[in-house]
């Protein structure tokens, strides 16, 4: 899977979904892994395919944009210290109130079905999701994970 340890963001103390996507963009471009114009896109794609998932213990988002935003393949993961409002992937008028989320870069090379693949096994994981959640530090959760 495409984590990094320095895409491992604990305890965010945002407001709403533009504090954090603010602070996710930011990251990322100082990171090397977006371009400028990477929030714009993050935005707009939300509005337009949001990105909540509920699942059955830890509700998430998924939140990406298109490759030609992206300069390097990567998950920053974000654990912010309250839950953050998505629209629902599945039914945009239901509200999500997501406890991680996981801002997907992607260049679109072959890799990114994988990816994707292991994300969604990753999220059927009820058990794991609950642990990265409590977790104090996520990152040697989600490095020493098998399967």
Do not use: W
Not at 140 to 147: K, Q
Request: charged share 25%.
């Amino acid at each position: 899977m495409l984590f990094k340890k320095n895409l491992v963001l604990n305890h965010v103390d945002v407001s709403s979904q533009k504090d954090l996507f603010e602070l996710a963009a930011s990251k990322l471009l100082m990171e090397g892994f977006v371009k400028p114009t990477y929030l714009q896109g993050l935005e707009e794609r939300e509005a337009k395919f949001p990105t909540g998932l509920k699942t059955k213990t830890v509700d998430v988002a998924i939140p990406h944009c298109d490759p030609h935003y992206v300069s390097e393949d990567g998950v920053l993961v974000v654990r912010p210290i309250k839950p953050v409002v998505f629209k629902e992937m599945v039914n945009p008028t239901n509200d999500v109130q997501s406890r991680l989320i996981f801002f997907i870069c992607s260049t679109g090379g072959k890799e990114q079905l994988s990816s994707l693949r292991q994300m969604m096994s990753l999220f059927k994981d009820g058990a794991f999701l609950t642990s990265l959640y409590e977790a104090e530090d996520m990152t040697p959760l989600l490095f020493n994970r098998r399967g």
